[in-house]
């Protein structure tokens, strides 16, 4: 089966979708089965995004890339130093 990688707002989306139909009497694998998913991908996204909206979810998202790319930056200036203080001390 091949995987999707669906975005934060398919995601919510789906839960809302998935929320209507238990709330309508379905059982927890009917909804699964209709929306497409499997009942480990429903829990796990509903821990990870459950009463989040869009707005919420596309903000969470560029928060992720920027701190990311912050990482990355403090990383290679962490390298940088270590480098110029072994130049320094004359290692190499």
């Known amino acids: 089966m091949k995987k ?3 975005s934060s707002e398919e ?5 809302r979708q998935a929320e209507v139909l238990l709330h309508s009497g379905k059982v ?5 089965r209709e929306i497409g998913i499997s009942d480990a991908t429903y829990y796990k996204w509903r821990k990870e995004y459950g009463g989040m909206r869009m707005d919420q979810a596309k903000r ?10 912050l ?3 403090v990383a290679d200036l962490t390298l ?3 480098i110029l203080q ?4 004359g290692k190499y």
């Open 4 to 6: 999707k990688g669906y």
């Open 11 to 15: 995601i919510i989306r789906k839960l």
């Open 28 to 32: 927890m694998a009917e909804v699964c």
């Open 60 to 69: 969470l998202k560029d928060l992720e890339r920027e701190n990311g790319r």
């Open 71 to 73: 990482r990355r930056v």
């Open 80 to 82: 940088d130093k270590l």
């Open 86 to 89: 072994d130049v320094s001390t």
